[in-house]
């Protein structure tokens, strides 16, 4: 009966039986962190043959209610549908997988809206979650692990930010200048350095070294991911990331060297130091000048640090980490903040009858450019010097996959100018994985 079953690969075969399977592995959905389960064993199931997918819903609910020009509160949310396909266990094609990622955003912006509407919002928006309203298609990217998992090969439509710039203590805030990323390498105009939910062509390589100390990473991006053109007044031509024509504005590339300390130790104080940057080829906006004019080629560096600093235990994951961000630019007449920086503190298991629970508080300031405010003497409107965001929240992991995040944030000189009046935001995070 099941002789014709030998000439497929495993997963095809594991697929054909999916309905008919027992539950015979440790789950990989436990109840405590997904809200629908294992579907009675069916979700590790399909796992198993080499298939994965998961919902999950974000919203960010926000109010000013102190400060800025107006008072009101917006809501912002993200669905995220992602999927994994084990290609070795599917078709045979050995350490490769593909990965395909959706999103569907609504809402609207509090700094847009309430702090700063004057000025288009403030440049550190409270909400992360704020960006491409609107369904879109995000990776589809096929990875490849070779030596053992060491080198790690990248290629299609690729999130640049899911590769550079990363820290997983970042998404513990709302600000989107800490999540995802230091908010200065996104301020080219045309935006050319992808975020979620935005995806570019493009091919990545990460090495480890054999002791795991190091880490190597570079990459290639198409330049043009809103296909525009290099011009700032095209609306763009890919609203739904659906468009996969290469762009015509360039490349940017893009490398980062990493030094990791007692790297995945339960026991020592891990700790990592990335040093990186990018180079764009395209036309930009030039932001010291009046009349749309353009300028070529751009270019920022980052050197960033991770270090857990206390564990309550050995072996426990309970302890205090840190964070720090520094970016410059090397091209001021593209990029409207030519300093940056970011620290923060994260607390796990702050609590101990809630261990679970993520604690977290930081800052983070942003030097607008010469070359910027040179523009905006001309036009006879006030100069930008800097802008500023103190953020403080508590995650509650709620189980079920379901955590609630009030959050609290402040920001100095909305817009950077001092015109607009300092703004207190109130508000929370509502996360769940189905």
């Not at 409207?336 to 994260?346: E, H, K, M």
């Not at 702050?350 to 405010?373: C, M, Q």
């Amino acid at each position: 009966m099941w002789q014709p079953l030998r000439s497929l690969t495993p997963g095809l075969a594991a697929l054909l039986l999916v309905a008919a399977a027992g539950a015979t592995y440790a789950t990989d959905y436990p109840i405590n962190e997904y809200l629908t389960g294992s579907w009675d064993g069916g979700r590790d199931r399909w796992h198993q043959a080499g298939v994965a997918f998961n919902l999950h819903y974000t919203a960010e609910p926000m109010t000013n209610v102190s400060g800025g020009e107006e008072r009101g509160g917006t809501y912002a949310d993200n669905i995220g549908l992602d999927f994994s396909f084990d290609l070795d266990r599917l078709i045979g094609l050995g350490g490769t997988s593909l990965l395909a990622t959706l999103s569907q955003r609504n809402g609207d912006s509090l700094s847009a809206d309430y702090i700063a509407p004057s000025a288009s919002g403030n440049t550190f928006p409270v909400q992360e979650l704020y960006g491409g309203q609107t369904f879109k298609v995000a990776n589809v990217q096929l990875t490849t692990r070779l030596l053992a998992d060491r080198l790690e090969l990248a290629y299609g439509r690729l999130v640049a930010n899911d590769d550079f710039l990363r820290s997983p203590l970042y998404c513990q805030f709302v600000n989107n200048s800490f999540c995802g990323s230091p908010k200065p390498v996104f301020l080219q105009d045309p935006f050319t350095f992808s975020a979620y939910p935005t995806a570019q062509w493009g091919a990545r390589a990460r090495y480890d070294s054999e002791a795991g100390d190091w880490t190597f990473l570079a990459a290639v991006y198409d330049g043009d991911p809103e296909l525009k053109g290099g011009d700032p007044t095209d609306p763009g031509h890919n609203r739904h990331g659906t468009n996969w024509k290469l762009g015509d504005n360039g490349a940017v590339f893009a490398g980062e060297v990493q030094y990791h300390r007692h790297r995945g130790s339960r026991e020592s104080l891990p700790s990592v130091y990335k040093l990186g940057g990018y180079y764009m080829t395209g036309e930009f906006r030039d932001i010291g000048r009046t009349d749309n004019a353009r300028v070529q080629d751009n270019a920022m560096v980052w050197l960033l640090a991770d270090q857990m600093l206390y564990r309550e235990r050995a072996g426990a994951d309970a302890g205090l980490s840190w964070f720090g961000a520094l970016v410059w630019s090397l091209a001021d007449d593209v990029n409207a903040i030519d300093r940056y920086f970011s620290t923060g503190l994260v607390y796990r298991g702050l609590f101990a009858a809630r261990p679970l629970d993520t604690t977290g508080i930081a800052v983070t300031s942003g030097w607008y450019s010469d070359e910027l405010n040179h523009a905006r003497r001309a036009e006879g409107k006030s100069e930008q010097d800097y802008e500023a965001v103190i953020e403080l929240n508590h995650k509650l992991a709620l189980g079920h996959g379901v955590s609630l995040q009030p959050d609290i944030q402040y920001i100095l000189r909305p817009g950077g100018t001092g015109d607009i009046e300092d703004a207190l935001a109130i508000g929370a995070r509502v996360a769940i994985q189905f």
